[in-house]
């Protein structure tokens, strides 16, 4: 995992994996135990509850689609004693009012599709909040743009943008990503989970361009031949 190994493995700390996805469980426990962590999973929001309160976790990856999390949605708080730090799995066209309420504690949201390496630098920096001082980890941003993961909302300086999911998703990637060139199979893949045709990716990329630069300089450059960039490629 490159220098992502270095800062963000465990150190046995116990996970709990909440998520209905084979797909994502599998991906998320193989991930995490490789990461120096102990790993339990739970396939619906009712049976993370109950694991929850039979043990003690250190931190719990929980998916915020799962179709029991309305059982305990705000309005029908479930609170738990020493509840450990929180790490939702979303997607930008959920509503955030609807997420699971399982009493007060650190939070933090990662956008699906995730990658591998974000979900342990999010992991880490929650478990460190949660002995230091709390504090939430920086928004994805360039620059004067930047987005909010918690609600799924991106500004550049001051003027809100008003992105579709798949323009949040693509905007997202190339942040994460700024300075690296990105080929249309790697946005395809992490946008759509698929492959799609050129036009398509170009069409995205080009709405995308031209919400992000209507009012200052284009952010978003064309690599002829390879591929699409926020800011310059590193060299």
């Given at each position: 995992m490159h220098g992502t190994a270095d800062v963000a493995r465990g150190d046995g700390q116990d996970v709990l994996v909440v998520a209905g996805d084979p797909g994502d469980t599998e991906l998320l426990v193989s991930t995490l135990e490789s990461a120096g962590y102990r790993v339990d999973a739970a396939g619906s929001a009712s049976e993370g509850v109950a694991r929850l309160k039979r043990a003690r976790f250190d931190l719990v990856v929980w998916d915020a689609v799962l179709p029991d999390n309305k059982d305990l949605a705000r309005g029908r708080r479930l609170v738990l004693e020493n509840?450990?730090?929180?790490?939702?799995?979303?997607t930008c066209d959920y509503l955030h009012t609807?997420?699971?309420?399982?009493?007060?504690?650190?939070?933090?949201?990662?956008?699906?599709?995730?990658?591998?390496?974000?979900?342990?630098?999010?992991?880490?920096?929650?478990?460190?909040?949660n002995r230091r001082s709390g504090q939430r980890p920086?928004?994805?941003?360039?620059?004067?743009?930047v987005l909010d993961d918690a609600t799924c909302r991106a500004r550049r300086g001051s003027r809100p943008l008003d992105l579709?999911?798949?323009?949040?998703?693509?905007?997202?990637?190339?942040?994460?990503?700024?300075?690296?060139?990105?080929?249309?199979?790697?946005?395809?893949?992490?946008?759509w989970g698929d492959l799609r045709a050129d036009e398509a990716i170009e069409k995205l990329v080009s709405r995308l361009r031209q919400k992000v630069a209507q009012e200052g300089p284009a952010l978003i450059h064309t690599r002829r031949g390879f591929g699409y960039t926020v800011g310059q490629p590193t060299a």
């Open positions: 509840r450990p730090p929180l790490l939702f799995l979303i609807l997420l699971p309420e399982l009493g007060g504690g650190a939070e933090d949201y990662v956008t699906k599709p995730f990658r591998a390496p974000e979900i342990l630098a999010r992991v880490q920096i929650l478990l460190l909040g920086a928004m994805p941003r360039y620059r004067d743009l579709t999911p798949a323009e949040y998703r693509l905007l997202r990637y190339m942040l994460v990503n700024a300075g690296q060139v990105l080929s249309k199979e790697q946005i395809s893949r992490h946008v």
